[in-house]
């Protein structure tokens, strides 16, 4: 292989890599896992951009919650069944 295909396989490795992680720690790991082969460093950035799935907006105080959550921890309000995503 010639330095140059190295460089761009490692380059759009790299990117898959980045993407992948970040979309495990959104919810949407299968999302960062296809942008991040499919577009690289533009689905990073997508993959960045993109809506946390895991954390949803408390109905009573607007603060971001855990969708498992059975109670708001910045309300301490019952939210389970109120979140909807």
């Known amino acids: 292989m010639d330095s140059e295909m190295v460089f761009w396989l490692s380059f759009y490795g790299v990117f898959f890599v980045a993407s992948s992680a970040i979309g495990a720690l959104k919810g949407r790991l299968i999302a960062g896992l296809l942008l ?3 577009l690289g460093p533009v689905g990073l950035v997508i ?3 993109s809506k ?3 954390m949803l907006v408390c ?3 607007s ?3 855990h969708r498992h959550s059975y ?3 910045h309300c301490e309000r019952k939210v389970y ?4 995503s």
């Open 36 to 38: 991040g082969y499919v």
């Open 47 to 49: 993959i960045l951009l």
């Open 52 to 54: 946390d799935k895991r």
């Open 59 to 61: 109905p009573h105080c």
């Open 63 to 65: 603060q971001k919650t």
């Open 71 to 73: 109670y708001c921890q």
């Open 81 to 84: 069944g109120c979140l909807q």
